[in-house]
C-alpha cells in the first residue's frame, strides 16, 4: 500500500478529571479508545464524523501536537508527529495547519489583522520584503473574495464572525499547506456563508492539492465535501468508508442513525437545513460502559452486544465497520 498522508494508529487518549485531595472522586475518562485510520497522499477530504463528546476536538489538538496519546502514534508521511514537531515545529505547522471554531481565539486582539498576515509571511520565509508581502497579503485576500481595501487596517473585532473565519482561509493560501485540519470551522458563521466557505475547501484541494481533515457533527454537510467518511462513536470508529457509500449504504446502527436525522435527501436543497445532532434526544443516554459503546442505545442490540466490544473488520475493500451484526 502507498504511504498515507496521516494515519493515526490504534491511538488512545485519557483525561484525568477530579482528583485534588479527594483521591477517591478521580476518575479517567476514556476520550479516544483506539482509533485507527488514515488519509492517502493525494489531495483528500475526510470527515470525521461524531456527536458532541466523541473526542473530535481531542484528535485534532493530538493530530497538531497540542496534545499527546495516552498510547498509539500518530504518523504524519510515516513519521510521529510529536517527534516532528520536537524536531521542527515550523516545518511541520508548513505542512499541517488548523482551522478552528472560534477564528477569534487565535487572534491578538492588539495587533492589526495585517499583523497577523505579515507574521506569518515572515515566520515561514513566504517573502522578501515589503513589497512582495503586500502583493502577498492582496492577492491571497482577494482570491476568497474579501476585500483588502476594506479590512487591512483593522483590529479583529472590527470584522464580523464570517469575515474573520475567511480571514483564516487567507491564512491557509498564503501558507500553503499539504493538511488542514478543521474542526467545526463553518458552526459560528452564518449559513449563507457556510457554502461559501465549503466551496473553498473543495477549491483548496482541487486547486491547490491541499488535503483536509473536516470535523463536524453535521453528516449534511460532510456529505457534501467529503471523499470518505469516518464515523467516531463514544471516542471509537464504528465505521468509515467512501462517502457515497456510507451515505447510500450505512451499516453501523449509530451510522444509519445519523442518516435518518439528514432533514433533506434533495442534494439541491442540501443548503437549506443543517442537522444537529446535538439536538438527537438519544444523546441524553451515556456511552455503555461494556460492550459496544453504541449498545444503550442501540435498537439491535443483543447479551453479545453488552458484552464484547466489536472490532473494526474489513468489508469489501475499502470499508470498515465494528458491529456484531456484521
Ligand atoms: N482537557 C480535558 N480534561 C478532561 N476531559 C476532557 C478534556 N478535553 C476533553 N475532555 C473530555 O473528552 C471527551 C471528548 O471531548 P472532545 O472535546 O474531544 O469532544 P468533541 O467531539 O470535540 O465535542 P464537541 O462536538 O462538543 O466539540 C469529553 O467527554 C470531554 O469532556
Ligand atoms: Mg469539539
Not at 288 to 305: D, H, I, L
Request: charged share 25%.
Amino acid at each position: 500500500m502507498d504511504q498515507s498522508l496521516l494515519e493515526l494508529r490504534n491511538v488512545s487518549r485519557e483525561f484525568r478529571i477530579g482528583g485534588g485531595l479527594g483521591l477517591l472522586s478521580r476518575k479517567i475518562i476514556k476520550a479516544i479508545d483506539a482509533v485507527s485510520f488514515s488519509m492517502p497522499d493525494k489531495p483528500w477530504i475526510t470527515a470525521l464524523i461524531g456527536e458532541s463528546g466523541s473526542g473530535k476536538t481531542t484528535i485534532a489538538r493530538m493530530i497538531l501536537g497540542l496534545l499527546e496519546p495516552t498510547s498509539g502514534e500518530i504518523l504524519y508521511k510515516g513519521k510521529n508527529v510529536n517527534e516532528w514537531i520536537k524536531r521542527n515545529k515550523i516545518e511541520y505547522l508548513k505542512e499541517v495547519q488548523p482551522i478552528f471554531q472560534d477564528p477569534y481565539s487565535i487572534y491578538n486582539p492588539f495587533y492589526k489583522i495585517d499583523r497577523v498576515l505579515e507574521i506569518i509571511i515572515k515566520k515561514f520565509k513566504l517573502a522578501s520584503g515589503r513589497d512582495e508581502t503586500r502583493d502577498l497579503i492582496v492577492k491571497a485576500m482577494e482570491d476568497i473574495g474579501l476585500r483588502p481595501e476594506d479590512l487591512l487596517g483593522r483590529y479583529p473585532h472590527q470584522l464580523s464572525g464570517g469575515e474573520r473565519q475567511r480571514f483564516m482561509l487567507t491564512r491557509i493560501l498564503l501558507i500553503r499547506p499539504k493538511l488542514i485540519v478543521a474542526d467545526e470551522p463553518i458552526s459560528m458563521i452564518d449559513v449563507s456563508l457556510r457554502a461559501i466557505f465549503l466551496e473553498h475547501l473543495l477549491s483548496f484541494k482541487e486547486k491547490h492539492s491541499i488535503s483536509c481533515l473536516y470535523i463536524s457533527h453535521d453528516l449534511h454537510t460532510a456529505s457534501y465535501l467529503a471523499d470518505n467518511i469516518v464515523i467516531l462513536c463514544y471516542g471509537r470508529v464504528v465505521e468509515d468508508g467512501p462517502k457515497d457509500q456510507i451515505i447510500e449504504n450505512p451499516l453501523h446502527p449509530y451510522t444509519k442513525l445519523l442518516i435518518s436525522s439528514i432533514p433533506v435527501p434533495d442534494p439541491k436543497v442540501r443548503w437549506a437545513e443543517r442537522i444537529d445532532l446535538t439536538s438527537i434526544e438519544s444523546i441524553k443516554k451515556f456511552r455503555a460502559e461494556k460492550g459496544c459503546v453504541f449498545s444503550g442505545r442501540c435498537p439491535n442490540a443483543t447479551e453479545n452486544c453488552l458484552s464484547e466490544t466489536p472490532q473494526l473488520k474489513n468489508i469489501g475493500s475499502n470499508r470498515r465497520v465494528a458491529c456484531h451484526l456484521y
